[in-house]
């Protein structure tokens, strides 16, 4: 290729036909994309999916609400969802300034893979998955599969990860987004916690699932953390329960950030407080039938 390729189709069929004649760069927001050529670059081929409009915006289906590869961090922010979206409402109003929250992508952010990627704990304490389409068909993985290390990814030259599906809690469930940074905005993170809480009836722990970033190559889920809860009060005192055996599983580098002890140090009190701040208004499930929560409008904009 001897010069930049830019193609911009209307519909997904187009773009996949695209994808399948050879590898191209996928541009979304280009929050990510742009920044990384400042100067002489070399030739590339480029797809640009801001046209495909069908991509864009969060619907409620009966199992899981469905967010579209071009929904925005503002799209989210915007939106009616249930409390257990909290933390990526969080997460999403420290991306960056508005105008990045208003251009950049959920699914951009997934798939750059940078291991500080505000977005992605949440994500993973929602227990998501990613949709992945191509001209065979389509496929569903875990997030935590699709992601499979320093920006690395499991989607294939062919494919384009159209939507993120977050199933609905079988409790009602709240969570909370806790980041450290250098300063509380327009900031890259030093380390960063997701959890998501689902209460019992008896006003205990039904689930519990926690994630943090910044602190190894991909964002991790705490499962020995998360298995420890289950059944404990929702009460204050939660955040003691969190023991370094805990974060075993994380692998931080050192860097002009932090230093890797440091940041499994603040990745242990921050875990603290998120659990603290979900105890202290954590859900309880009613005797009867559980809900969801609150129906989300289906926006698209």
Excluded at 1 to 12: G, K, S
Excluded at 52 to 62: D, F, I, K
Excluded at 76 to 97: C, H, S, T, Y
Excluded at 138 to 165: K, Q, V
Aim: charged share 20%.
């Amino acid at each position: 290729m001897t010069e930049t390729v830019h193609h911009r189709p209307h519909r997904l069929d187009e773009a996949l036909a695209l994808l399948a004649e050879r590898p191209l760069t996928v541009l979304a927001g280009g929050t990510d994309h742009f920044p990384a050529r400042v100067g002489p670059r070399p030739p590339e081929g480029v797809l640009d999916i801001s046209a495909l409009t069908a991509l864009r915006g969060v619907r409620e289906e009966p199992e899981a609400y469905v967010l579209g590869a071009r929904t925005t961090w503002t799209d989210v922010i915007e939106a009616d969802l249930p409390p257990w979206f909290d933390a990526l409402k969080q997460a999403a109003r420290e991306v960056g300034g508005v105008q990045i929250q208003n251009r950049g992508t959920l699914a951009g952010n997934l798939c750059n893979a940078s291991p500080a990627a505000d977005g992605t704990p949440c994500l993973l304490a929602a227990d998501a998955e990613v949709e992945l389409a191509s001209r065979a068909g389509t496929r569903r993985l875990a997030l935590a599969d699709f992601l499979t290390g320093y920006r690395a990814t499991a989607r294939r030259p062919d494919e384009l990860l159209t939507a993120i599906r977050l199933p609905k809690p079988a409790n009602p469930a709240r969570s909370r987004f806790v980041k450290l940074g250098a300063r509380r905005y327009l900031v890259i993170s030093i380390a960063m916690v997701a959890a998501t809480l689902e209460g019992a009836a008896d006003g205990s722990v039904a689930a519990a699932r926690i994630a943090v970033g910044a602190c190894s190559a991909t964002a991790q889920r705490l499962p020995a953390l998360e298995a420890a809860l289950i059944g404990r009060p929702c009460a204050p005192g939660l955040g003691a329960l969190v023991e370094p055996a805990h974060l075993a599983a994380l692998s931080p580098i050192g860097d002009v950030r932090a230093s890797a002890a440091y940041r499994v140090h603040a990745a242990r009190v921050l875990t603290a407080r998120a659990l603290e701040t979900l105890a202290g208004g954590a859900p309880r499930a009613a005797s009867g039938p559980t809900a969801s929560g609150p129906t989300a409008s289906g926006r698209a904009a």
